[in-house]
């Protein structure tokens, strides 16, 4: 699974004290929260794509995300999320029911499979850099409002 986590924790106390200045924004700021956690979901999505990274959705599907009033958390939960997003070391693959491994196209069951590793093709990371700036800007914005 591959997830970001932003420390949000001073950002309650920042909204305290706008809301002690009589400036009332807080729902500005859960909109802008939520406007870009769903960016990043989308833009992590569209670069699974351009990553060429999809083969059967899975991955793409597994990308949710959860919204709190000032914070949110985007994650990919497939086993294989952090693999793709961060690359593999070469490693054994072992048949997990049975005694032998088997696909379309191999010239007989085999035992195991020495895999070479993957290439990382990363798509929550870049997605969560891109939105960033982005959402510090609205931020100003509503400060400046």
């Known amino acids: 699974m591959a997830n970001i986590t932003v420390d949000t924790s001073q950002l309650n106390a920042f909204v305290v004290e706008i809301d002690k200045a009589g400036i009332s924004f807080e729902k500005g700021v859960k909109q802008t929260v939520s406007k870009s956690a769903m960016q990043i979901k989308r833009s992590a999505m569209q670069n699974l794509t351009k990553n060429k990274s999809v083969k059967t959705g899975n991955l793409r599907r597994s990308i ?10 985007i994650k990919a939960n497939t086993k294989y999320a952090l693999g793709v997003e961060e690359g593999t070391k070469p490693h054994i693959i072992k048949p997990k029911r049975g005694k032998f491994l088997y696909w379309k196209g191999a010239p007989h069951p085999v035992k195991l499979v020495n895999h070479p590793g993957g290439k990382s093709k990363p798509y929550l990371i870049p997605a969560f850099e891109k939105e960033s700036p982005i959402f510090l800007k609205n931020l100003e914005e509503l400060i400046k409002w």
């Open 64 to 73: 949710n995300e959860t919204i709190r009033p000032f914070e949110a958390e």
